[in-house]
């Protein structure tokens, strides 16, 4: 078979596997009998035959024993664990695209590839979709974010973060007149030649790649601090606490902003007086702003219309920032992995992440856009701005308020039921405690009133196979998580479901405490 001929028909038995029927919901989670089937499929690895089984066969084996194996996320409307995105048709396609041109973006070569304009131009849409200019949007805003790169995700993004932050902090405190910061003279040399015993991240309800990032960027988990504003609002950041933190003696600090908390979906700021105070302060005190914005970001996308107002004024002001983290894989709905960094200047990125005495990376002259290699962690890179650049032309700024405005609308219609239909209510409790459908983003938070019946929600609910929640725990007890982030979302279909659904569960485990779904 020609190559040719080989790549149409494994696309072919691909889409055949991966297809969703409209008839029939597909399932968030293989069964158990389709686990165990594609378990004994595998190979030994022990060892690895001389002969391979062939390129046929071997489709043959990823379509039939692998394929049905795998998570439903994408396939399914109803995955609503952790914040997983699925993936738009035209992201898919422009992902397969991807592939079958194999382009690494590393190098920025105008003379040779378009890649990395292409990239530079899904970078500044994406500020125009979420507003991020100072001022009215015009030819020259993007320009206030000049640092910008794709990530693999969140993750990487707030590495990219606190190292921009450890670096520009510390550098504000050197002697007069010295160029070098922690990028050259590393992290003890820098902190010794400007008189820093410490170097603190200031958040609240921070997530956990925070904490992983202070340790890779040479901080430590412990330089975490965080300033819940009160026991009821822990994911708010108390400022008074900030500005007493900042003026510790000899301490630099970098500022962590939750904006959209994983748990509850809930923002650090309030709206742009509360960013505005913390812009002053940060300035007065030579800190760093770094908003961990990523899915809650995307509430500045809404249609600016009164339903949505109160979220986007959440958001207001975090275009102060001196950094942002953006996750392309879940609210956008681009396929994994993908994640967008901003920052300020671009030569801040360069003095930590360049590439030094490498010639033969060199892009041959001086140009607006820098190679990607000397701002990201990365020097391979896969072409991941493809997606987002297909989604943002494909689906435009109303399309994508849309798809974000029905994640917003079965989140709150869930929240709204918990709190009012009397087949719900008196069985689960909505939380955080005296929360309101009207402050619901894409995160539903709650638990059974029943202890014996919450104890095992998120486990009965995933072993449906039909739908898919995360478990956590508020205050110290379990709770379930609905996190709608798919652009499959039928608001009216899906909410009647899990109302349905929910209420068979609280039904059951009355009558026998211990039904499934």
């Known amino acids: 078979m020609d190559t040719e001929t080989f790549l149409l028909e494994s696309y072919a038995q691909i889409r055949t596997r991966a297809s969703v029927s409209p008839d029939k919901p597909a399932p968030t989670l293989p069964s158990p009998s389709l686990l165990s089937s594609a378990r004994s499929a595998l190979p030994s690895p022990s060892s690895l035959p001389h002969h391979g089984r062939g390129p046929t066969a071997t489709i043959a084996h990823l379509t039939q024993d692998i394929a049905p194996a795998l998570a439903g996320h994408n396939r399914s409307g109803r995955y609503y664990g952790f914040v997983t995105g699925s993936t738009l048709p035209v ?97 003890m040399g820098a902190c010794a030649q400007a008189g820093i015993r410490e170097v603190q991240v200031l958040t609240s309800m921070g997530h956990s790649s925070l904490s992983k990032a202070a340790s890779v960027v040479g901080l430590g988990r412990r330089a975490v601090k965080e300033l819940p504003l009160s026991e009821a609002e822990p994911w708010r950041l108390d400022l008074g606490a900030v500005e007493r933190e900042l003026q510790r003696k000899d301490v630099a600090s970098i500022v962590a902003v939750s904006a959209g908390e994983v748990n509850t979906g809930r923002f650090a700021t309030t709206g742009a007086e509360d960013m505005k105070r913390l812009r002053e302060l940060a300035d007065k005190y030579k800190a760093w702003i770094h908003v961990d914005g990523a899915f809650g970001i995307f509430a500045r996308a809404l249609p600016t219309t009164d339903e949505f107002a109160g979220l986007r004024e959440s958001t207001a002001g975090l275009e102060l920032a001196d950094s942002i983290t953006i996750d392309g894989h879940k609210l956008l709905n681009v396929p994994y992995d993908n994640g967008i960094f901003f920052t300020r200047e671009s030569s801040t990125l360069e003095a930590v992440f360049q590439n030094p005495n490498a010639a033969y990376l060199s892009s041959g002259g001086p140009s607006s856009i820098p190679s990607p290699l000397n701002i990201g962690l990365e020097n391979s890179r896969r072409f991941r701005a493809l997606p987002v650049y297909a989604v943002l032309l494909s689906e435009g700024r109303d399309g994508i308020a849309d798809m974000l405005a029905r994640m917003v609308r079965l989140a709150r219609g869930v929240a709204a039921a918990l709190v009012e239909d009397p087949n719900l209510k008196n069985d689960y409790e909505l939380l955080p405690e005296g929360s309101t459908p009207e402050s619901t983003h894409v995160v539903v938070l709650f638990r059974a009133r029943d202890d014996g019946l919450n104890a095992v929600l998120v486990k009965q609910i995933q072993d449906s196979g039909e739908w898919y929640v995360s478990g956590t725990k508020w205050k110290g007890k379990p709770a379930c998580r609905i996190a709608v982030s798919s652009w499959r979302v039928n608001v009216d279909e899906d909410l009647e479901f899990i109302k349905k659904q929910l209420a068979k569960i609280a039904r059951d485990w009355k009558q026998d405490g211990s039904s499934g779904v």
Request: net charge negative; hydrophobic share 40%; glycine share 14%.
């Open 91 to 187: 992201a898919e396609a422009a992902d397969n695209f991807v592939s079958a041109f194999d382009n690494s973006l590393q190098v920025h070569l105008p003379g040779q590839s378009i890649g990395t304009e292409v990239e530079d131009v899904a970078l500044r849409l994406l500020l125009r979709l979420l507003d991020l200019g100072l001022g009215d949007l015009g030819e020259g805003d993007d320009e206030e974010w000049r640092g910008r790169t794709f990530t693999t995700g969140a993750t990487a993004s707030n590495i990219l973060g606190l190292a921009c932050g450890r670096e520009v902090v510390v550098r504000r405190r050197l002697p007069d007149g010295s160029e070098e910061g922690v990028g050259e003279l590393g992290i």
